[in-house]
């Protein structure tokens, strides 16, 4: 018999509030006077690319489909994996089988029961088109042990595969049987969340309605993250695709919509002043980083590279790249979290050292030739990042060009070795999720810098095979030391997020996308 | 006559093979791929590589194009790959609101513009001719973008008597349409109607100093059957070719007032197309609005000829 520890969904709850519990005193009792009824209309920058979630891993997807569909696993709002439509993680101690109980009663929106049935094909699909498939790499067989289980057998131990299981970036959703048969984007729209498909007009808008027949999570008290127990109090919410910022701040203030995402910081900071206006700011939304070309000249000399690592000033950079809304961390891993690796690489980070760049320099093959950056002006951070750190590399004698592209090209330049040595990138979801996609991105054959060094593959394995907490964050402060060390990427600073909404809207908290569910509008 | 527009319209076939020739291979000169979009930056080189088998961009170019036209004999442009949908389906759904928005602007600039015009040649330097043409020089240095935006501060967001913007269709609601699409049109028209008072003004005076217009003052008839019958009427003969071209602009370069605006119209489709790579639609998309504009301008050749039937008797 198979020795197995149970993760339980109060267990789990009590640790997810715990924290902001005690520091920032929100209490996790349900908040009273919720209003019934009425509609939502959200404001975002771009269409959604696909309404299939496994398939896309794009943020203006995730907006809309967290509020449909649910995993078996998601994440609460310390990231923290807690089971959704799992009754709860049974692992065995040797990490070689999960066993899934499935919560009963579950409808989806076309009114049939959720079964291990559409578990196992909505995860065999995932595995064919999910555009993080990888994260079932371990899986070797989803096996249906009951009516309302599935069993997962995995080809080797590894403790950390539920907090990739329960990644929301392209999650691994559940839907019916019958539409897990049919390719990439050609599905119905059907979930289990407490709100369901109606209309996608493109550049115009996605309706959604409250599902009445939501079955949801009473293992919990309240809502938490992507999971917990939701509740629908709005009858329907509509996204509009309004690309222009200053459209979305005009169709705020003029009431037509209710939450607009991605607002410019000048603009926030006047509408912080307007009583009928809610600013909400979300600190911890990306890091802003510089990444390195390990296979072009002069970037693939290590001591070109540190010349360049020591030669940012990041405050400068931040400041205007940012438009004033930034914290200063040199940490990969944002302060607070497990996995923070404390002061390593803090003295390099804080200012620019001119002396230690410029002997860096010297000891380096470099002779003047071209660093290129590459960026583009899709996101105003990247663009006005590289400009700053171009006129801050030159008056040590690095011949730093802006080479600004439109964003499509520059994903498929920088698959190549050629035509960029430092490249902007903000890296959003990766470093909210925790250590793995950071690391993940450091070693292997796919790695941003286009090279590797031995210590960022044995970290990262010491990394995902760690079985105490303790020995993860040991594996993460070694990769922590050697980016400082090697110079693979170069860490800015943390990029915030504006978003704001109607006085009206009520229960609103900024997560990674809107939550529909626990929210309501005043009359 | 009929063979006037039959000539007319053959000799659209020629203009249509070459924009879609050219449509096709820029698509394939510009770096970057759609795959990159459908699957992110953090996509590995085997993840892109079966995006691009799936999408049959790994074959040859020869052996694409000749799928791509083969398909466009039999009436078919093929599939938007990020919208799933066919480009058909997805330019027709935005028609509506570019033809609207183009269609309203167009009345509104040619309505104020030749106004504006005919004020301008009858108060000719004077102070009405100079505030008229400043106003007509102002609609035509101002950024679409910028106006759009005052006029959502003013009259949207301010006066409350407009949306910011969104699209309702007619067929939903014909009031709900005019006011989605006032503020956009009277954008638009703005600095449309700039150009067209400049240039009603100038054919007005050219023709307030001709023999025959003399004449009809000589007999005696009265000055506004003078300047409508006889002088503004022939002074909008380039006028009517003027607006032949701004049509085809128009339905083309609407892409700014629709994103101010949040318009789901064409425009934004085929731009959105190129950032993504999204080939069948920026292919199929131009070669549609290229169909349009060329027609347009053989109607504008056609009503020429009924305007003017000098230039059907001098063929």
């Known amino acids: ?523 | 006559m009929t063979r006037y527009i039959l000539s007319r319209v053959l000799s659209a076939i020629p203009v249509l093979f070459v924009v879609s020739l050219v449509t096709f291979l820029l698509m394939w000169l510009v770096p970057g791929d759609v795959a990159s979009q459908i699957a992110g930056p953090d996509a590995t080189a085997a993840e892109l590589e079966a995006i691009r088998q799936r999408l049959q961009l790994d074959q040859p170019i020869h052996i694409q194009a000749f799928r791509w036209y083969g398909n466009l004999l039999q009436g078919d442009l093929g599939q938007s790959y990020l919208l799933h949908r066919s480009v058909v389906d997805a330019v027709f759904e935005r028609l509506p609101v570019t033809l609207s928005l183009a269609f309203m602007s167009l009345v509104l600039a040619v309505i104020f513009g030749v106004l504006l015009g005919v004020l301008a040649a009858t108060n000719h330097n004077n102070w009405i001719d100079q505030v008229t043409m400043t106003g007509a020089l102002l609609g035509l240095s101002l950024p679409d973008f910028w106006f759009g935006l005052v006029l959502i501060f003013f009259f949207a967001v301010g006066m409350g008597w407009f949306p910011t913007g969104g699209y309702t269709p007619f067929t939903e609601s014909p009031l709900g349409w005019l006011r989605s699409m006032t503020l956009p049109a009277c954008t638009l028209a703005f600095t449309q109607m700039g150009v067209i008072a400049r240039m009603v003004r100038s054919s007005m005076l050219e023709q307030m100093g001709q023999d025959y217009i003399r004449t009809a003052k000589a007999k005696g008839l009265p000055r506004g059957l003078v300047l409508f019958k006889h002088a503004l009427r022939n002074a909008l003969i380039p006028v009517i070719t003027l607006v032949g071209i701004m049509t085809g602009l128009l339905l083309g370069g609407t892409v700014v007032i629709e994103v101010v605006y949040s318009l789901p119209g064409v425009g934004r489709l085929i731009i959105g197309a190129i950032q993504n790579r999204d080939y069948p639609i920026v292919q199929g998309g131009l070669l549609m609005t290229a169909g349009i504009f060329v027609f347009v301008n053989i109607a504008v050749d056609i009503l020429y000829t009924i305007v003017d039937p000098r230039v059907r008797n001098d063929r």
């Not at chain 1, 807690?82 to 009754?87: D, S, T, V, Y």
């Not at chain 1, 001591?303 to 400041?319: G, H, K, Q, S, T």
């Open chain 1, 1 to 523: 018999m198979r020795k197995q520890k149970r993760i339980t969904n109060k267990a789990r709850l009590r640790k997810a509030l715990a924290i902001p519990a005690l520091v920032l005193g929100i209490a996790a009792s349900p908040v009273v006077g919720q209003v019934e009824g009425g509609k939502l209309v959200l404001a975002q920058s771009a269409n959604p690319p696909s309404l299939d979630a496994m398939t896309s891993s794009s943020e203006t997807a995730r907006n809309i489909n967290m509020n449909i569909y649910e995993p078996l696993v998601a994440i609460d709002e310390n990231v923290n994996p807690i089971p959704m439509l799992a009754k709860s993680i049974e692992p065995s101690d040797d990490l070689l089988t999960y066993v899934f109980p499935l919560r009963q009663g579950v409808l989806f929106h076309n009114g049939k029961e959720m079964t291990a049935e559409d578990v196992k094909a909505s995860l065999e699909r995932y595995r064919e088109v999910g555009a993080t498939r990888g994260m079932l790499d371990k899986v070797e067989e989803i096996e249906i042990t009951g009516d309302y289980e599935v069993t997962f057998h995995m080809s080797e131990a590894t403790p950390t595969f539920i907090e990739g299981f329960s990644s929301p970036r392209a999650p691994a959703v559940i839907i019916p049987a019958e539409e897990a048969a049919k390719p990439a984007n050609e599905i119905e729209i059907i979930g289990t969340g407490p709100f369901k498909f109606v209309e996608f007009v493109p550049d115009d808008h996605v309706t959604l309605e409250k599902f009445a027949d939501y079955v949801p999570n009473e293992d919990f008290d309240g809502p938490t993250g992507f999971g917990g127990k939701k509740t629908a109090y709005l009858d329907s919410a509509v996204f509009r695709i309004i690309p222009e910022a200053g459209a979305r701040i005009a169709a705020l203030e003029a009431g037509e919509v209710q939450w607009a995402d991605q607002i410019p910081v000048p603009a926030a900071k006047r509408m912080s002043s307007d009583d009928s206006l809610n600013v909400y700011e979300a600190r911890q939304w990306a890091f802003l980083t510089f990444i390195m070309n390990w296979n072009l000249p002069p970037t693939d000399d290590v001591n070109f590279r540190r010349a360049v690592l020591y030669a940012i000033e990041p405050e400068e950079v931040m400041a205007i790249a940012t438009e004033g809304f930034y914290d200063l961390n040199h940490g990969w891993q944002y302060p607070g979290r497990t996995y923070n690796a404390g002061d390593i690489g803090k003295e390099i980070y804080e200012g620019a050292h001119i002396d230690k760049a410029k002997e860096f320099l010297a000891k380096s093959d470099y002779d003047g030739e071209e660093f290129l950056i590459l960026t583009d002006p899709n996101y105003a951070e990247h663009s006005r990042a590289a400009v700053v750190l171009a006129e801050q590399l030159k008056p040590i004698g690095i011949n730093a060009v802006v080479k600004q592209l439109d964003w499509a090209t520059v994903l498929k330049i920088r698959l190549t070795d050629e035509g960029w040595n430092g490249w902007t990138l903000m890296q959003g979801l990766e470093p909210f999720l925790g250590p793995y996609g950071i690391a993940a991105k450091m070693r292997g054959d796919q790695t941003h810098m286009r090279g590797t060094a031995d210590v960022f593959e044995e970290s990262y394995n010491r990394l995902i095979t760690g079985k105490t907490v303790e020995d993860r964050q040991k594996a993460f402060a070694e990769i922590q030391t050697a980016i400082y060390d090697l110079v693979p990427q170069i860490k800015i600073g943390d990029v915030g997020r504006m978003q704001a909404g109607s006085a009206r809207l009520k229960g609103f908290k900024p997560f990674r996308a809107p939550r529909l569910n626990d929210i309501w509008l005043e009359d």
